[in-house]
């Protein structure tokens, strides 16, 4: 079996706490029994994009097991790519060109995509995005995990689906033509999710820097929706050898 550590949103430097918050969670990640196939952070690393939330993330972010990290909506291409990457240049594009990135497993494939824009909250795929992905899945004929920040679809909490991803149609044609995903993995909500899309699970990582509350728990706008009390929170997604997936949660006491 396949087993994918899922963490998101850890936001270093958003608040005191931020960086012990995602320091526990390593250091839980480390102390495991078992060897896991991945270590997948779906964005919204640094909370201001600044080279020294990202110098602090370089630091805390390490791990033991495998570990794909990509960008989300607060992150900045450039300083991510330098703090995170170690990349100064690029051999074929800008520097604030969309990070992808791959690790290919002895018994899976992990396609870490940037979906984030520039300058604004929502997000999106690029057609280069877009036509890297479709290279990663058709090379393979592994199970291949597509992993990105931003929810492509309504998650019912009015402040998180202003924000989510625009124009998943391409992405669902694009996975339409590739039966080898076995699941999508994305972040930004700051809550747990399990849904479906383009016919595949769709999971969402829970926060790491904080939790967001449903409107039925009172989590109606941005002020009320994010709650700094509630403990870091990581997710579990396995999938066994008759290609059926399992998602677990875990809280985590910083």
């Known amino acids: ?24 969670v390593m250091r ?16 919204d690393i ?3 994009g600044l080279a020294e939330e990202y110098a602090e993330a370089a630091k805390i972010l390490t791990s033991r097991h495998p570990l794909l990290i990509g960008p989300g ?5 450039e ?11 690029r051999s074929s594009g800008p520097m604030n060109g969309p990070i992808n990135q791959v690790h290919r497993g002895e018994r899976a494939v992990f396609a870490m995509c940037d979906s984030s824009i520039p300058g604004e909250n929502p997000g999106h795929l690029d057609d280069e995005t877009l036509a890297w992905l479709d290279g990663v899945l058709a090379g ?9 920040h931003h929810p492509p679809v309504l998650l019912h909490s009015a402040p998180l689906d202003g924000i989510r991803m625009h124009r998943p149609e391409p992405l669902e044609a694009l996975l339409a033509a590739h039966p080898n995903v076995p699941a999508v993995l ?12 383009a016919g595949r699970p769709l999971l969402v990582a829970p926060g790491v820097v904080s939790a967001a509350l449903l409107p039925w728990e009172g989590g109606v706008s941005f002020d009320t929706c994010i709650n700094y009390d509630l403990p870091p929170s990581i997710a579990f997604h396995v999938l066994d050898d008759e290609g059926r997936m399992t998602t677990y949660h875990r809280v985590i006491m910083p």
């Open 46 to 48: 640094a909370d201001h």
């Open 28 to 43: 839980y990640l480390d102390a495991l029994p078992y060897d896991l196939d991945a270590v997948l952070v779906t964005g």
């Open 79 to 89: 300083e991510f790519r330098k703090g995170l990457l170690g990349e100064r240049e």
């Open 186 to 197: 994305v972040g930004h909500a700051h809550m747990g999710v399990a849904t479906t899309f």
């Open 73 to 77: 909506n607060h992150d900045v291409r």
């Open 1 to 24: 079996m396949i087993v994918i550590a899922h963490l998101s949103d850890v936001h270093i430097g958003a608040t005191p706490e931020s960086a012990g918050r995602a320091g526990a």
């Open 140 to 148: 393979t004929d592994l199970p291949v995990f597509v992993a990105f």
